[in-house]
């Protein structure tokens, strides 16, 4: 019955991520005024565990057949990061687990990531009308997309995605410091995530578009502004003649699309955030070692490593490219262009910042919240008189 019982479990993490997923998904759709359809849904999702999709539609020139082709290959960390995240938490729960325990979840995981993949696949193609510009005035002409993602890419981002979350789950067991890497692995997308949502609470009244599109790939904004506080250049080249349309469409946001800065106020707030509630998460008790600064010292190390790692790999998953472009006879004009940068180094250099940083003021204080230790008297020694032979008696008595 245990058994089964830690089969479920590990099916339970990828359904319930997937479930998580979908719904960010269905909002996202839904602000951007697209039809929130299981097809639609299902290209996000895919996209979502690294599958691309092509892009294909015929375009009325009014005097030449047009085709319009492209692929989609970013993923939408907005989606994908409270997925991992959702999955971690159900499939490790405490971080103390047995390997046999965590062998059977592994194996309820796999099979309930099969099935899912197996339905995100079958949903078929989504279709989704856009503009583009035909000719040399630009005049816009609108076409039917036909969005179809690509099943093998598909299976194999989910398969890897589920090999590096089971993987980091079983290390937690592994290492010494485990409780701090948890929290400091939680902290990395937690951020961007509460960040991207705020960004998209606030201008969804104005601008439902963009918080649609803050919702999808809010989290990728956010880390391209915490890298750019380091000195990082955007990590998105925007190119194109529908580039402007959705600059203009932004309305001030055009960070959020990845080729700008952000804000100075976005990138300190996500910077102090950072620090502030990793000093909060790691102030929960004293860390190994004889000293407070050594102490400080080893807690700030393993935070900025794990944050620096957490930080690579949303920025590995994070790169990729999106292009649109029309076919004409032999031509081939590109009307969307863009790409993004992963940037590896500069979010190593990031997270180790923030991490230590955030590790060695969590440290100091929960140094100062300890008790003081308990101040013990020394016993004192008490002098016993020793007994002369003989002491006491007569003389009478002696002889």
């Known amino acids: 019955m245990d058994n089964v019982r830690e089969i479920l479990r590990g099916a339970a993490a990828p359904l319930t991520a997937f479930a998580v997923m979908g719904v960010l998904a269905a909002c996202a759709l839904s602000l951007m005024s697209t039809p929130v359809t299981w097809p639609f849904v299902a290209a996000v999702l895919a996209a979502a565990v690294g599958g691309p999709a092509s892009m294909a539609g015929q375009l009325d020139t009014g005097q030449v057949p047009a085709v319009v082709h492209g692929t989609v290959g970013i993923v939408p960390l907005g989606v994908a990061l409270p997925g991992a995240v959702v999955f971690c938490v159900l499939f490790a729960g405490a971080v103390r687990v047995p390997m046999r325990s965590l062998a059977l979840r592994a194996a309820g995981a796999a099979g309930a990531m099969g099935a899912a993949l197996i339905a995100v696949l079958a949903a078929g193609a989504a279709t989704v009308r856009v503009s583009v510009p035909v000719g040399n005035t630009g005049t816009m002409r609108e076409t039917v997309l036909v969005l179809r993602p690509d099943a093998g890419a598909t299976v194999l981002g989910g398969s890897v995605a589920l090999i590096v979350l089971i993987g980091f789950c079983v290390l937690l067991t592994l290492l010494p410091a485990r409780r701090v890497v948890a929290r400091v692995a939680l902290l990395g997308p937690l951020v961007p995530i509460a960040v991207a949502l705020a960004v998209a609470s606030f201008v969804a009244a ?105 930080f690579a790999g949303m920025a590995v998953a994070g790169a990729g490219s999106l292009r649109l472009g029309v076919a004409v006879l032999v031509f081939d004009v590109p009307v969307l262009d863009l790409r993004v940068a992963a940037g590896v180094w500069w979010a190593l250099l990031a997270g180790a910042a923030g991490g230590g940083l955030a590790g060695v003021l969590g440290s100091l204080v929960a140094d100062a919240r300890a008790p003081l230790p308990a101040v013990t008297a020394a016993p004192v020694p008490v002098a016993v008189p020793q007994t002369v032979p003989g002491a006491g008696q007569s003389t009478s008595e002696r002889g």
């Open 206 to 310: 104005q601008r439902p578009a963009v918080a649609g599109v803050a919702v999808l790939f809010g989290v990728n904004a956010v880390l391209a502004a915490v890298l750019a506080a380091f000195g990082a250049p955007p990590p998105a080249v925007l190119g194109g003649p529908l580039s402007e349309p959705l600059r203009t469409g932004a309305g001030g946001h055009e960070w959020l699309l990845g080729g700008a800065a952000g804000p100075v106020a976005v990138r300190l707030a996500v910077l102090t955030a950072f620090v502030l509630l990793g000093a909060v998460l790691l102030a929960v008790a004293p860390g190994p070692g004889s000293g407070r600064w050594q102490r400080a010292g080893l807690r700030g190390l393993i935070a900025g490593t794990t944050l620096a790692l957490v």
